[in-house]
C-alpha cells in the first residue's frame, strides 16, 4: 500500500481502531480477577494515549494532502452541475414555450369553429 493512498491510511486506522477496541473487549471479557482487568486495560489506554499523537498526524497529513484535491473536485462537479441545470432549465422554457403556442393554436382553432357554428 502506498503511504498516500487515502484508502490505505483509512484501512490501517480501520485496523488499528478495531485490534484496540477488541483488545479491550477482550480484556474485559476475560475470566480474570477486576483488579488485574483494571490494570491491563489501563495499560492498553496508556498505549493508545500514547500513539494518539502519531494518530493525530497521520490524520492532519492526510487531511492536508487531500482536502485541495477534494475541494478542487467538489468546484468542478459543482460547475458541471450548474451547467446541467442551465441546460435543463432552457429546454423546459422551451417546451413550455411550444406548450403555450399548441394551447394558443388550439383554443384560437375552437373559437374559429363556434364562430362559424
Known amino acids: 500500500m502506498a503511504r498516500n493512498n487515502p484508502s490505505g ?16 473487549v477482550g480484556l474485559l471479557l476475560a475470566p480474570e480477577k477486576g483488579e488485574d482487568t483494571r490494570i491491563k486495560v489501563k495499560g492498553q489506554i496508556a498505549k493508545l494515549k500514547s500513539n494518539s499523537g502519531v494518530y ?8 492536508d494532502e ?11 462537479t459543482a460547475a ?17 414555450q411550444d406548450a403555450k403556442q399548441l394551447i394558443e393554436v388550439r383554443l384560437a382553432a375552437k373559437e374559429l369553429k363556434q364562430q362559424s357554428e
Open 9 to 24: 491510511l483509512i484501512f490501517r486506522a480501520g485496523l488499528i481502531a478495531g485490534a484496540a477496541i477488541g483488545a479491550v
Open 56 to 63: 493525530k498526524a497521520e490524520i492532519n497529513r492526510f487531511k
Open 66 to 76: 487531500n482536502l485541495p484535491k477534494v475541494q478542487e473536485h467538489v468546484k468542478k
Open 80 to 96: 458541471l452541475v450548474q451547467d446541467k441545470v442551465e441546460d435543463w432549465s432552457k429546454v423546459a422554457k422551451a417546451k413550455a
